[in-house]
């Protein structure tokens, strides 16, 4: 019988396999299927991803409040996770509704960390600051706006740092649903996010395997020089799809209702693992469609109501006629959250 090979050289091996190479390994036996496993468990660790920027005890920490305040890591962090490697003097940038922002600040002081305003205002007055995005909506659904400067449904930015050596961390409130956030970044690759129990790519086989981003118009500084720091970094940065590749089903980009989590994710178990609430940020659904010169259009209304602890994205009005009923019935703070996720997991599985 063969000999297992160590751990050593299976790492060295998989680290260059594609994500679609991992599964056609991982399938073509029940030895290759563990071994990829292993693998899995060892180069996607989410204390290895954090650890220069907090201590073991304190990523567990983090977790928790992950999964309290459904914050999560996205931009460059996050796409660094997927692909196995690390960007010289990156940030960590969290995202999180503005509503739970001094649950989080208040932690970030408490384990070292020192705010630095952009100006000269106080953290105080900071975290009371909020920049124009917010709706006073008179339904349960409504349509997102922008939030200008720093882009869409941004409410504001706090930066921390720690020295010797320096990190930063940049603290991202949402007006509403994070999530919001993430589908008008500047292209797709880094439209992937990391909460307190696994991690998601939302465009997965353009970004890992066709090393192809589509590029996204929206608001916000700096737009075109963050899409070419990622050409530099091995990614094409595509404008517009053909006639032909909108009305593919084999595109990367297939047009239609998604959720995070969805066929067309690639979704990661994290480890290792912690015994707290499956997170709630597959309740968010967005439409893909494209206008008539090709251009992608990310299509969705927010949800936002009293008895539900946060906000979350809708892309179809046939998901917000599912769940309208339930948001009137005599929950409990906090239990209504929940309750929409299990009735979209049955939506799912049986329509």
Request: net charge negative; proline share 4%; with cysteine.
């Given at each position: 019988m063969a000999r297992s090979l160590p751990s050593t050289t299976d790492d060295v091996f998989m680290s260059v396999l594609s994500p679609k190479d991992l599964v056609s390994f991982a399938r073509s036996c029940h030895a290759h299927r563990d071994r990829v496993k292993a693998y899995t468990c060892r180069a996607f660790n989410v204390e290895k991803l954090l650890k220069n920027y907090f201590t073991t005890l304190e990523v567990h920490y983090f977790r928790y409040l992950q999964s309290r305040t459904q914050m999560f890591i996205s931009g460059s962090t996050a796409l660094q996770f997927f692909e196995r490697i690390e960007y010289p003097n990156s940030d960590l940038d969290i995202y999180v509704e503005h509503r739970y922002r001094e649950?989080?600040?208040?932690?970030?002081?408490?384990?070292?960390?020192?705010?630095?305003?952009?100006?000269?205002?106080?953290?105080?007055?900071?975290?009371?600051?909020?920049?124009?995005?917010?709706?006073?909506?008179?339904?349960?659904?409504?349509?997102?706006?922008?939030?200008?400067?720093?882009?869409?449904?941004?409410?504001?930015?706090?930066?921390?740092?720690?020295?010797?050596?320096?990190?930063?961390?940049?603290?991202?409130?949402?007006?509403?649903?994070?999530?919001?956030?993430?589908?008008?970044?500047?292209?797709?690759?880094?439209?992937?996010?990391?909460?307190?129990?696994?991690?998601?790519?939302?465009?997965?086989?353009?970004?890992?395997?066709?090393?192809?981003?589509l590029v996204y118009s929206t608001e916000g500084v700096k737009q075109d020089s963050a899409r070419k720091k990622y050409v530099t970094r091995g990614w094409t940065m595509v404008e517009h799809l053909s006639p032909a590749e909108v009305n593919s089903d084999r595109t990367a980009f297939k047009s239609g209702l998604r959720h995070v989590g969805d066929s067309l994710s690639w979704t990661i178990d994290l480890f290792p693992e912690m015994r707290l609430s499956e997170s709630f940020i597959r309740t968010n659904t967005w439409t893909l469609c494209f206008d008539p010169e090709g251009g992608p259009l990310m299509k969705f209304e927010i949800l936002l109501f009293k008895k539900l602890a946060f906000s979350y994205l809708i892309g179809d009005r046939d998901v917000y006629s599912y769940l309208r009923p339930s948001l009137f019935l005599n929950a409990m703070p906090g239990k209504l959250d929940a309750d929409i996720s299990l009735l979209l997991q049955w939506k799912r599985r049986y329509q």
């Open positions: 649950t989080v600040v208040e932690w970030l002081l408490h384990i070292g960390y020192e705010f630095k305003s952009r100006g000269d205002t106080s953290l105080e007055e900071e975290l009371k600051f909020t920049f124009p995005g917010f709706v006073t909506q008179t339904t349960a659904l409504f349509e997102s706006t922008s939030a200008g400067y720093f882009g869409r449904g941004v409410a504001n930015v706090y930066n921390f740092y720690k020295y010797y050596p320096e990190r930063k961390i940049q603290l991202i409130t949402c007006h509403h649903a994070p999530l919001e956030v993430v589908l008008n970044f500047h292209s797709t690759c880094v439209m992937n996010l990391i909460t307190h129990d696994k991690a998601y790519a939302l465009y997965p086989k353009a970004t890992f395997e066709e090393r192809q981003s």
